[in-house]
């Protein structure tokens, strides 16, 4: 996606130059179902969330640097919304219940789980949608589905009992929450809480309190964690045998478990591992075949 503040022929300009960049460049084709241009008060599906833009022609007045003016409270707002189709269709999918009469039924295929295996089953279906639309600011309407959800679940344990709702109900209360408690293996009793859409952490999201996304979603992850190159790494980039010290080709890492199992050694690339406090050697693939063979001689006659 892609917001074009200008004229629509400017952005039917700069839609042309991004389809004929993936046709010439990256040799995608561009699907004419999926793709097009729409104005910013047209709702636009996106990956499952609805994008929109607000307007209000309320009115507020202010005083800045004795100046005193007028402005309005919402302006070219940008929003995520929760699709009620796609809550819909994630209770059809569940077997939920009926959407439209809000009434909860029983899931047959479930009957045969325990009481812990059950909840978290039904836990985990909300918890990942819950998740992922952590960002909506219409993530209240989540409530909607829940009733549902929790509805069916009640409906289930019901059955597997057979109880009704209110006795399963009244088992499960445990205050502000449901749950279910098991024993484990060393028989202590531990609980299995009910998912609760409270449960959520949106304040990592959100730096306000109304909803409103702040500097923290375009905070970017820190990733050198994952990207630094690490010695092993460096020394198989310097494309040079550590043994015989050849260039170029294939190379590959020699490992053993502990120093301790070449302390006592007496090759000379024992020595040599040793000697440099490492349990790697990155060695040409000659170098590595004859290791394994027992037939490595020593590094001073493969350097002349």
Known sequence: MLAVTGSKSEAEDIYREIETFLADELKLKTSQAKSGIKHNTEVIRFLGYDITILNSEKTVRGKRLGQHFKRRTMKSRIVLLIPEAKLQGFADKHGYGNWETMTGTRRPTLL????????????????????????????????????????????????????????????????????????????????????????????????????????????PPRTVLYTARTEILQRMDANKCEYCEREGGYFEVHHVRKLADVKVGKQPWEKLMMARKRKTLVLCVDCHQRLTAGKLPDRRHLLK
Do not use: C
């Open 112 to 219: 045969q789980l325990s009481d812990a295996e059950m909840t978290l089953q039904y836990s985990a279906e909300l918890r990942g949608l819950a998740q992922y639309y952590v960002l909506a600011t219409n993530f209240a309407t989540l409530s909607k589905l829940r009733y549902l959800w929790i509805q069916s679940y009640l409906h289930t344990m019901a059955n597997k009992y057979q109880s009704s709702l209110q006795k399963v109900a009244t088992m499960l209360n445990r205050g502000p929450y449901l749950a279910v408690r098991e024993r484990d293996k060393k028989g202590k009793t531990r609980e299995i809480k009910l998912f609760q859409l409270k449960d959520v952490k949106r304040t990592a999201i959100f730096d306000n309190k109304d909803g409103v996304a702040g500097s923290k979603v375009d905070t």
